[in-house]
């Protein structure tokens, strides 16, 4: 069985039954909505999944769905079902975020090439989110002093100029900058700028978010 389920959208029975059942004979799990407004209406409450979207459909078109899916958020891959001679169409959904797209009537090994390539992009995305959580783990070790002077070395910032901005000294500034780099377990700066990067090092947080609980203070 395959690790993500399949959403079909797509406003013809027939095609649902005939989709849906080649599908879920191939391994996968499908769970199947006969439009866009149905699927919108479920979709926070959906596991990480491949979109089959018909781009042609009444109350809601494909784009109109991808355009909702973007303000709402949803990070499911798309790939988009066309009628034949719907080619600029496609390209539409292509530019809006669709991986891909495939033509009625649909070939078994494409479509499933589609849905694979959908899967492939959903485990980067997933590798994406545990290192960014493996980052945030060790920053969050960090004191609200080690933060701020984290901070100045993602802005390329020196040890003067850091210090300068701050109220201490520059050797001040070299310890906490040891210490950062203990914690964080590097020995250069490049590996503490890949680990602060992917923390989101530099982003305006809430003062409760920031590590040690507390407003900085000086010291």
Do not use: W
């Not at 409450?45 to 303000?71: N, S, Y």
């Not at 494409?110 to 959903?122: C, H, K, P, V, Y």
């Amino acid at each position: 069985m395959t690790e993500y389920p399949v959403y079909l959208v797509d406003d013809d029975d027939d095609v649902r039954r005939s989709v849906g059942f080649m599908l879920k004979t191939s391994g996968y799990t499908v769970e199947s909505f006969e439009n866009g407004t149905d699927f919108l209406k479920e979709s926070r409450m959906l596991d990480p999944g491949c979109v089959l979207l018909d781009i042609q459909m009444p109350e809601m078109t494909g784009l109109e769905v991808q355009e909702e899916m973007r303000q709402l958020g949803l990070p499911f891959p798309v790939v988009v079902m066309t009628g034949h001679g719907d080619i600029d169409v496609a390209v539409k959904a292509m530019k809006a975020g669709a991986i891909d797209f495939i033509e009625k009537p649909f070939a078994k090994e494409e479509m499933l090439g589609a849905i694979s390539e959908a899967f492939d992009r959903l485990d980067h995305n997933d590798a994406r989110r545990q290192h960014r959580a493996d980052a945030q783990v060790l920053i969050n070790a960090l004191t609200p002093r080690e933060y701020e002077v984290l901070e100045g070395l993602v802005k390329g910032h020196p040890n003067k100029t850091i210090g300068y901005d701050l109220g201490i000294s520059p050797r001040t500034v070299e310890i906490h900058r040891a210490n950062v780099m203990k914690k964080l377990d590097v020995s250069n700066l490049s590996d503490l700028l890949r680990i602060a990067f992917a923390a989101d090092v530099g982003e305006v947080r809430p003062i409760e978010q920031q590590p040690g609980g507390s407003e900085p203070g000086r010291t």
